[in-house]
């Protein structure tokens, strides 16, 4: 599946993409995408390999222009809370987006995330898309608030993905962000 916008293609991973991925990856810029750290390129070789088994929820941003991979942007459906009769449609997705940050600030994050939202809402059946971002993220929960999400809490201390210098769990306040399908525009 491909995704088409002004200036960028979302596309499922080639092996050949290992060299970009390996530029955004080598150095996570923020705590909870630390367990995604490549060590080399060899480990890149493997996890695009990996990516590009999925062609449905894992894409590729790629500038139009140049055919270079920029990062990512990738979600798949889980189900909600259990229905009174059992049912468990599993319609709602949380989506990680990453940029590689010498292409960061020129929009391309929200381009991306609103052609992936489309396509989820559209071709995927999406009812809900939820977003957890840490507080200090500004330039995520701006990407959410961009993309019409509504701030639905702060959960403190909700989460640990790093420890801190004694080797202590460094929990981190998170904000969660939705917009339901209905709210869609
Ligand atoms: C989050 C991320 C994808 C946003 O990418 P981006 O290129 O900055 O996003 P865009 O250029 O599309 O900008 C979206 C909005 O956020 C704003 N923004 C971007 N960086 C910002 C920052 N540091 N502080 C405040 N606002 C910021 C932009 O100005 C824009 O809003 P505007 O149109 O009102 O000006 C990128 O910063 C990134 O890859 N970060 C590291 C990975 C990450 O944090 N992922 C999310 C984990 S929860």
Redesign the pocket.
Known sequence: MTVETERLILRPFLKSDAGDVYEYLKAP??N??ASMKLNSLREAEEEAEKRAEDTEYYFAIVLKESGKVI?EIFAYPEAGEPHADGQMPRDTFSP????NQNY???????EAAHAFFDYLFKQKGARRIY????DY????R??CE?LGMRCEGLFLEFISFVNDSNGEPHYENTYQYAVLKKEWR
């Open positions: 810029t923020v909870c995408f990062g990680c987006w990453m940029l960061t600030g020129k929009g391309y994050a929200f977003a957890y971002t840490e993220n500004t330039a995520s701006r990407l961009k």
